[in-house]
Nanobody, 116 residues
Framework: QVQLVESGGGLVQTGGSLRLSCAAS????????MGWYRQAPGNQRELVAS???????NYAEAVRGRFTISRDNAKNTVYLQMNSLKPEDTTVYYC??????????WGQGTQVTVSS
């Protein structure tokens, strides 16, 4: 089993920044991709950003140029630096990890609220 613990959410004004962190522990053998989804009430969970074990990032169009994903394999931690935040970024963000296919493990979620 893999446990994912997120931190860094909170309340920020429009245009502000937040940094999310997600630390993985447990059976980390063959973990490949890590990243972040977000889910607003009544909506499907959507991919925000992902990063391969080798450091290749991928971003949703809505966040490209504002968010940066990074990964420290030595610490088994993935980060999401969120700049120029907008009210529409307000929702719960979930960290995930996979073994090369679909997300297999999920964090508990962290709330991000951007006030206008």
């Amino acid at each position: 089993q893999v446990q994912l613990v997120e931190s860094g959410g909170g309340l920020v004004q429009t245009g502000g920044s937040l940094r999310l962190s997600c630390a993985a522990s447990g059976s980390l053998f063959r973990l490949v991709g890590m990243g972040w989804y977000r889910q607003a009430p009544g909506n499907q969970r959507e991919l925000v950003a992902s990063i391969s074990r080798g450091g290749w990032p991928n971003y949703a169009e809505a966040v490209r140029g504002r968010f940066t994903i990074s990964r420290d394999n030595a610490k088994n931690t993935v980060y999401l630096q969120m700049n120029s935040l907008k009210p529409e970024d307000t929702t719960v963000y979930y960290c995930y990890a996979d073994r090369g296919l679909t997300p297999e493990y999920w964090g508990q979620g962290t709330q991000v609220t951007v006030s206008s």
